[in-house]
């Protein structure tokens, strides 16, 4: 796809921390990681692919705002402009050896967000999508399933970890939609599920206790590709609300009655 200057700066920093994430992913064992506390891990691989991701985005745009996982947010110059990036979603899959993980950086602007890439460097496939251009994979237009039946879809989630106090809540609606559907799978990486929503891979995709950083991209790719995006409880905004709920068009209505009980 022919993308805007804003979006060929996020897809080349996304290009350039994936060669330096690549890298590290092939010598893992080898990683110094410290806990950041139970169940979320962080690695020097992190902070670097973070740094270089900042170090693209700002020189290209000084004047937008940051919000980083792995740092402290700036207000920017331009205050309707910030970059929302994970610079390695999918810590505890990287440090085990477990090829889904991903980039994902997302630009706001006026509070919506505008443009969005999930780039998976394991298998070298970046997602992409801005507002009202559509949503893209590698050269591939995406679109959501076309699946209509609840017994036939499959549904990505992330159950918490170590006790999280949403561990019930997650565990009462996984209860409700088991027993709905054809399976759901747990893959540890929130970005890169959203990004299998648009992909047609999942029907549909929520969790709780999430950060601006894991959804903001996913959110813009999602609508692109004809899919439905909301929090779990209705009328709140993913971005700020801390949780997520996804799916295709033909599913979304099915799915989020059957999540909020």
Same mark, same amino acid.
């Not at 590698?138 to 017994?151: C, F, I, P, Q």
């Not at 959203?194 to 995709?205: M, N």
């Not at 996913?218 to 709920?245: C, L, M, Q, Y």
């Given at each position: 796809?022919?993308?805007?200057?804003? @979006?060929?700066?996020?897809?080349?920093?996304?290009?350039?921390?994936?060669?330096? @994430? %690549?890298?590290?992913?092939?010598?893992?064992?080898?990683?110094?990681?410290?806990?950041?506390?139970?169940?979320?891990? %962080?690695?020097?691989?992190?902070?670097?692919?973070?740094?270089?991701?900042?170090?693209?985005?700002?020189?290209?745009?000084?004047?937008?705002? !940051?919000?980083?996982?792995?740092?402290?947010?700036?207000?920017?110059?331009?205050?309707?402009?910030?970059?929302?990036?994970?610079?390695?979603?999918?810590?505890?899959?990287?440090?085990?050896?477990?090829?889904? !993980?991903?980039?994902?950086?997302?630009?706001?602007?006026?509070?919506? %967000?505008?443009?969005? %890439?999930?780039?998976?460097?394991?298998?070298?496939?970046?997602?992409?999508?801005?507002?009202?251009?559509?949503?893209?994979?590698?050269?591939?237009?995406?679109?959501?399933?076309?699946?209509?039946?609840?017994?036939?879809?499959?549904?990505?989630?992330?159950?918490?970890?170590?006790?999280?106090?949403?561990?019930?809540?997650?565990?009462?609606?996984?209860?409700?939609?088991?027993?709905?559907?054809?399976?759901?799978?747990?893959?540890?990486?929130?970005? @890169?599920?959203?990004?299998?929503?648009?992909?047609?891979?999942?029907?549909?995709? !929520?969790?709780?206790?999430?950060?601006?950083?894991?959804?903001?991209?996913?959110?813009?790719?999602?609508?692109?590709?004809?899919?439905?995006?909301?929090?779990?409880?209705?009328?709140?905004?993913?971005?700020?609300?801390?949780?997520?709920?996804?799916?295709?068009?033909?599913?979304?209505?099915?799915?989020?009655?059957?999540?909020?009980?």
């Amino acid at each position: 796809m022919q993308g805007s200057a804003n @979006l060929n700066v996020m897809i080349k920093a996304a290009r350039k921390a994936g060669r330096s @994430l %690549v890298k590290d992913f092939r010598e893992v064992e080898n990683l110094q990681v410290s806990a950041k506390g139970a169940g979320d891990f %962080v690695s020097r691989a992190d902070f670097a692919s973070e740094k270089i991701i900042r170090d693209e985005l700002t020189g290209a745009r000084p004047n937008y705002g !940051w919000v980083g996982e792995e740092s402290e947010p700036v207000a920017g110059e331009d205050p309707t402009r910030r970059w929302i990036v994970d610079p390695l979603d999918g810590t505890t899959n990287f440090l085990h050896g477990l090829p889904h !993980w991903c980039i994902s950086i997302g630009l706001e602007h006026k509070g919506e %967000v505008v443009a969005g %890439v999930i780039f998976d460097p394991a298998k070298d496939e970046m997602f992409v999508a801005e507002k009202g251009q559509g949503a893209w994979l590698n050269e591939t237009r995406l679109r959501v399933s076309k699946r209509n039946r609840m017994t036939e879809a499959v549904f990505g989630a992330s159950l918490p970890a170590s006790n999280r106090h949403n561990l019930p809540q997650t565990l009462q609606e996984t209860a409700r939609l088991l027993p709905a559907c054809a399976g759901i799978r747990q893959w540890g990486a929130a970005a @890169l599920d959203l990004a299998y929503v648009a992909a047609g891979r999942f029907d549909g995709f !929520w969790q709780r206790g999430l950060s601006a950083w894991d959804v903001a991209a996913g959110i813009v790719i999602i609508r692109e590709a004809g899919g439905f995006v909301e929090t779990i409880s209705p009328d709140g905004n993913p971005v700020e609300d801390r949780e997520i709920v996804a799916g295709s068009s033909a599913i979304f209505d099915g799915f989020t009655r059957t999540i909020r009980g």
